[in-house]
């Protein structure tokens, strides 16, 4: 696969056709922004006239952000000796910067047979509050860089976790004398914490920032890396043994950092993060899920906790599902599969829309399990297995045509059940 990257600052005069700023008050700017949908199996008119609204309000708030910072990605790459471009901006975004939405135009057409929505708006937004929320963004950033760093951290941590059960009492034990509690000791505080982001050691990377912690105790940024390693280690440690005994301790020290973080500041989405790990580990999906979506009520943008919420519900819908409580199942997979969420988190809803298709079957709402398949179709055509279990459902609904297309395409892609229904 090749891969070409062209990166380019963006600025208000490159902003698209689609979007047109005008000028308001000091702390506010008028958008006027546009978006269109294209209605779905699954849709109501409501949903997609709602859907397309949203559609319209990121786009205004993402252009709003540009004056502070923006970057445009070209993509090119080849595959299957074709050539694929792709393009996407990554903007700062804060839903909660709009104060007042008015809409302009809507307009209901028809796009390869399904309903198409159009909707033109003026919205006002509060460059003071984004300003702010975008600066607090940088300093999470950096946190997100070393939480994605830690995950590829795997080739050397076997080594490292008997390095650690070896001199666990040094680590746990480690005393500093600052040198001169001066201007300049948050600095160094700093310099510690940029350090241990970079270095892959993890013991090293305790000691560090256990040290930053001791040189601005009112700095959470120590708290939150360390508890971020602490559990890197409990991951770890749990992947090669099964007692609880050999872990339980990184999970309660990661708790206390990030305890002591929201106690430090309430607002911190990492250690909210945090949190809900924790209680994930503690097997307390309840407390989990509320730290989760208490970060994404301060950030809706905030991905990681999106992701963890998706995961969470859709592990405790399973299991109730295997309880064959159908009707508990399904509330509970609408917390994953709310309307207002963004279709690009349908990738990472497969497996819930998937599950929910199933309970569909067992409840007789064959439509209904139809419509949640085709869902993830949309997104994933080669899905053999919801291509095959949709097949199976436009046959018990005499629908032969559709049957058979999914049938052909699930055995092309390999499945010898659907060859075996094939003439």
């Known amino acids: 696969m090749n891969l070409g990257h062209i990166v380019r600052s963006l600025s208000l005069l490159t902003v698209s056709l689609a979007v047109f700023c005008y000028p308001a008050s000091a702390s506010e700017a008028i958008i006027v922004a546009e978006a269109s949908y294209v209605m779905?199996?699954?849709?109501?008119?409501?949903?997609?006239?709602?859907?397309?609204?949203?559609?319209?309000?990121?786009?205004?708030?993402?252009?709003?952000?540009?004056?502070?910072?923006?970057?445009?990605?070209?993509?090119?790459?080849?595959?299957?000796?074709?050539?694929?471009?792709?393009?996407?901006?990554?903007?700062?975004?804060?839903?909660?910067?709009?104060?007042?939405?008015?809409?302009?135009e809507t307009r209901r057409s028809f796009l390869n047979d399904r309903p198409s929505f159009y909707v033109r708006i003026r919205a006002v937004v509060d460059l003071d509050n984004l300003q702010a929320a975008i600066q607090r963004w940088q300093t999470e950033q950096r946190l997100g860089d070393h939480f994605r760093r830690l995950q590829k951290e795997n080739a050397e941590l076997k080594v490292q976790l008997d390095e650690l059960r070896a001199s666990r009492t040094g680590v746990r034990t480690l005393v500093i004398e600052p040198v001169g509690r001066t201007s300049n000791v948050r600095e160094q505080a700093q310099k510690l914490v940029e350090k241990?982001?970079?270095?892959?050691?993890?013991?090293?990377?305790?000691?560090?920032?256990?040290?930053?912690?001791?040189?601005?105790?009112?700095?959470?940024?120590?708290?939150?890396?360390?508890?971020?390693?602490?559990?890197?280690?409990?991951?770890?440690?749990?992947?090669?043994?099964?007692?609880?005994?050999?872990?339980?301790?990184?999970?309660?020290?990661?708790?206390m950092d990030f305890d002591r973080s929201l106690r430090m500041d309430p607002?911190?989405?990492?250690?909210?993060?945090?949190?809900?790990?924790?209680?994930?580990?503690?097997?307390?999906?309840?407390?989990?899920?509320?730290?989760?979506?208490?970060?994404?009520?301060?950030?809706?943008?905030?991905?990681?906790?999106?992701?963890?919420l998706i995961n969470l519900y859709t592990a405790e819908a399973r299991k109730l599902v295997g309880l064959k409580q159908w009707d508990s199942a399904l509330t509970t997979l609408k917390k994953c599969l709310s309307p207002f969420v963004s279709d690009s988190w349908l990738p990472h809803q497969k497996e819930a829309y998937f599950l929910r298709s199933e309970i569909y079957t067992a409840l007789k709402q064959p439509v209904l399990a139809i419509g949640d398949l085709s869902a993830i179709l949309r997104v994933d055509p080669a899905d053999g297995p919801a291509l095959l279990a949709r097949a199976k459902l436009y046959q018990d609904q005499l629908q032969g045509r559709l049957a058979k297309d999914d049938f052909e395409h699930a055995c092309i892609l390999g499945s010898a059940e659907a060859c075996e229904q094939l003439p």
């Open 40 to 104: 779905g199996d699954g849709d109501t008119l409501a949903i997609a006239e709602e859907r397309v609204l949203q559609r319209a309000q990121r786009r205004a708030v993402e252009e709003a952000g540009l004056y502070i910072e923006s970057t445009f990605r070209d993509v090119e790459r080849s595959e299957a000796g074709m050539s694929i471009q792709t393009s996407s901006l990554e903007i700062r975004t804060i839903a909660a910067a709009i104060t007042r939405t008015e809409i302009l």
């Open 196 to 255: 241990a982001m970079l270095t892959p050691h993890l013991p090293q990377k305790l000691s560090l920032v256990s040290q930053a912690a001791m040189l601005d105790p009112n700095s959470i940024e120590p708290l939150i890396v360390r508890g971020q390693t602490y559990l890197r280690l409990a991951s770890a440690t749990y992947s090669s043994s099964s007692r609880p005994s050999e872990y339980s301790e990184y999970v309660d020290n990661a708790r």
């Open 267 to 308: 607002q911190s989405t990492w250690a909210l993060l945090g949190q809900g790990d924790v209680n994930t580990w503690l097997h307390r999906p309840e407390q989990a899920a509320h730290s989760f979506e208490q970060a994404l009520e301060i950030n809706p943008f905030f991905d990681l906790a999106r992701h963890r």
